[in-house]
């Protein structure tokens, strides 16, 4: 089965700086690959996602790249902001017939002002 | 339409009672999921509903718990017997059926559980 692996654990940036949070799939027939922030207290919400026949996606400060060769996909935070603080979780699917979305461990995102 | 919703969000019980969680989805979603999320791990994947038929259980999910949709609508989550173990938080999840596009999902807030 598809298991997702998620690096670091913990990331603590400066107001302004850049994040960067790496993740890794097993599974090749894996191709939808979304992102998710969880806030205290609350579930964990879509913030962007990528499929397997696009490299590159962006919307506003938030990136993800992926390399389906090398089975890595990456979320970039951009001129981070104090309320981007969060635990963000990669995630693995197949997106059309499949039912499982699997996690990463998550990454929990300190943005010190 | 106000999200999914979990009630409730938080039960504390001792060990041996039973308890149950009910989750009521987007109401256009016909896809129904439960993850349980332990402290510093991902959602990790229980079962899912395509309208009231349950049709992937996983492993983690013995035989004290079982879930429910019976009227393809909200869906519920019964522990029996409870363990330590079980303590964690119980997210539900709604999805369109992803015919043609990728398999979205929309968390609520969860139900966490205590077992002392």
């Known amino acids: 089965g598809e298991n997702v692996e998620q690096h670091p654990s913990t990331l603590s940036v400066q107001e302004g700086d850049s994040a960067v949070i790496k993740c890794t799939y097993s599974d090749s027939a894996s191709n939808y690959f979304p992102w998710y922030k969880q806030e205290l207290g609350k579930g964990p919400q879509l913030i962007i996602d990528i499929r397997s026949n696009v490299g590159e996606k962006k919307d506003q400060r938030i990136a993800v790249t992926l390399n389906k060769t090398a089975k890595h996909f990456s979320l970039h935070i951009t001129e981070t902001q104090p309320e981007d603080s969060a635990v963000y979780f990669c995630a693995a699917s197949i997106s059309t017939g499949g039912f499982k979305t699997i996690f990463g461990a998550g990454t929990r995102l300190f943005v010190k002002a | 339409d106000t999200g999914v919703s979990q009630d409730p969000r938080h039960k504390i019980t001792k060990r041996g009672q039973n308890v149950t969680f009910r989750c009521d989805p987007i109401?256009?979603?016909?896809?129904l999921y439960w993850y349980r999320q332990t402290l510093g791990q991902g959602p990790e994947f229980l079962t899912y509903?395509?309208?009231?038929?349950?049709?992937?259980k996983s492993r983690l999910l013995s035989d004290r718990f079982s879930a429910e949709r019976p009227k393809g609508s909200f869906s519920t989550l019964e522990i029996q017997r409870t363990e330590q173990g079980d303590s964690a938080m119980y997210l539900c999840?709604?999805?369109?059926?992803?015919?043609?596009?990728?398999?979205?999902?929309?968390f609520g807030a969860g139900s966490r559980l205590t077992v002392l």
């Open positions: 509903f395509q309208n009231e038929a349950q049709l992937e």
């Open positions: 109401s256009e979603h016909n896809r």
């Open positions: 999840a709604s999805s369109r059926d992803p015919i043609l596009k990728a398999n979205v999902l929309t």
